[in-house]
T-cell receptor
Framework: AQSVTQPDIHITVSEGASLELRCNYS??????LFWYVQSPGQGLQLLLK??????LVQGIKGFEAEFKRSQSSFNLRKPSVHWSDAAEYFC?????????????FGTGTQLKVEL | GAVVSQHPSRVICKSGTSVKIECRSL??????MFWYRQFPKQSLMLMAT?????????EQGVEKDKFLINHASLTLSTLTVTSAHPEDSSFYIC????????????FGPGTRLLVL
């Protein structure tokens, strides 16, 4: 069964500092990997996704993520955080399993940005 | 592109009544739609998957008679919470994907349900 672990429940960074949110996954084949962001009371917005090819993926809002198969990781990074980046971030894994294209989400990381 | 809407955004109802939530894909044909439930400060819990014109597939532990899902067209799916009780109060989020979209799900803004 596929699973996703986001080890950090809360992270606080200063505005302008760099950010890295960790994500580890367990999946039997080549996974499809996603990062979503959720602002309070809102749905999820897709930041970026990895299916194949270049392991460094660029997303919206200046985010990027790197797929490392050897470490089963897909960490999200941003070189300089803005106050508006404060939100909940979810990593998800999916793929062509017997259950169709279902996604499995991590428990999320709450990002707080200090001004 | 790939915009999903939900209606209503918030609903308050009395215990014992039924509530219908709509999920629409606005600019694409959604071959598959998903319904999630999210408790405060928790991750998303998949409730069911529906394909247009087919019966929904419910996750283990989700009561299909309580959470009725209809996916009548390629742009609309509905979730009806029947005989709602206070424990059904939650944030319900739908998502949609399309054939050839490579597993990417596009999420609606969510519906906050409060059952009194």
């Amino acid at each position: 069964a596929q699973s996703v672990t986001q080890p950090d429940i809360h992270i606080t960074v200063s505005e302008g500092a760099s950010l890295e949110l960790r994500c580890n996954y367990s999946y039997g084949a080549t996974p499809y990997l996603f990062w979503y962001v959720q602002s309070p009371g809102q749905g999820l917005q897709l930041l970026l996704k990895y299916f194949s090819g270049d392991t460094l993926v660029q997303g919206i809002k200046g985010f990027e993520a790197e797929f490392k198969r050897s470490q089963s990781s897909f960490n999200l990074r941003k070189p300089s955080v803005h106050w508006s980046d404060a939100a909940e971030y979810f990593c998800a894994v999916g793929g062509l399993t017997g259950g169709g294209n279902k996604l499995t989400f991590g428990t999320g990381t709450q990002l707080k940005v200090e001004l | 592109g790939a915009v999903v809407s939900q209606h209503p955004s918030r609903v308050i109802c009395k215990s014992g009544t039924s509530v219908k939530i709509e999920c629409r894909s606005l600019d694409f044909q959604a071959t598959t739609m998903f319904w999630y439930r999210q408790f405060p400060k928790q991750s998303l819990m998949l409730m069911a998957t529906s394909n247009e014109g087919s019966k929904a597939t419910y996750e283990q532990g989700v009561e299909k008679d309580k959470f009725l899902i209809n996916h009548a067209s390629l742009t609309l799916s509905t979730l009806t919470v029947t005989s709602a009780h206070p424990e059904d109060s939650s944030f319900y989020i739908c998502s949609a994907s399309f054939l050839g979209g490579r597993e990417t799900q596009y999420f609606g803004p969510g519906t906050r349900l409060l059952v009194l």
